[in-house]
């Protein structure tokens, strides 16, 4: 279920009108049934103008494909922003950014969890990069149309207002593995982000790519029926999501 979609050039028509809150709280309403609260559209019209930015002026097409609070089948929890195109080789591939306005993080002794302030108070929760490759093999492992199309799928995280300190908690070493699979970029790292969505969708051509993934049928892929038989065999394989 997507709350809104369109081309890259329909998404920055929509920012550049100051419409896209409108835009996407309407679709909210046909979607749920409901209206989101105020501070669910000042997060968007706010993070969705640092993505405008990486779009506008990057090497991003206008023919790319643009998914905003995608539903992620079968669950509550949904993808801030998803972009679909092609690239330089003409595979067909998708990104999954999960943006986040924060400002600063604590590192806790686990793997993939972190500490932050979020909801008026300090709460632990995923580290960005792990909820962002988490939505992604997610789909990889159970969109058929994903899979028959040999689609591939990408994650980062995009922390638009964080300036990063010298020991970076979100860079401690025991997260390093999994920011490898989706990386973290920061506040001054505009280019660096530009630079990795246009590697993977700088060919445009996404709507395609976007049709295959609203409409393919929620079925696990032979590698994740093979890694839970795993897990079953006591090996730590299993990717949860996000929480």
Request: glycine content about 8%.
């Amino acid at each position: 279920m997507t709350v809104y979609k369109g081309l890259a050039r329909d998404f920055k028509d929509d920012v550049a009108r100051n419409v896209i809150d409108e835009k996407i709280a309407n679709c909210f309403l046909r979607q749920f049934g409901y209206y989101p609260g105020s501070s669910e559209r000042n997060s968007w019209t706010y993070s969705l103008r640092f993505m405008d930015t990486i779009i506008r002026i990057g090497s991003i097409p206008d023919d790319c494909g643009v998914l905003i609070e995608f539903n992620i089948p079968n669950t509550n929890k949904r993808i801030d922003f998803l972009i679909t195109g092609k690239d330089e080789n003409g595979g067909s591939n998708f990104v999954v950014v999960e943006l986040k306005q924060w400002q600063e993080a604590r590192a806790t002794p686990y793997k993939d969890v972190v500490i932050t302030f979020v909801g008026h108070g300090e709460r632990t929760v995923a580290h960005p990069s792990y909820q962002a490759y988490s939505y992604n093999t997610f789909l990889v492992d159970m969109n058929t149309s994903i899979q028959q199309n040999r689609i591939g799928g990408h994650a980062c995280a995009y922390l638009h207002n964080y300036q990063p300190k010298r020991n970076e908690p979100l860079l401690e070493q025991h997260y390093m593995e999994t920011v490898r699979k989706a990386p973290i970029f920061f506040k001054h790292d505009v280019r660096k982000l530009q630079d990795y969505i246009a590697s993977k969708v700088g060919r445009g051509n996404g709507t395609e790519v976007l049709r295959h993934i609203e409409n393919g049928e929620v079925r696990p892929s032979k590698e994740l029926i093979d890694c839970v038989v795993g897990l079953l065999k006591g090996n730590d394989e299993f990717i949860l999501l996000d929480d």
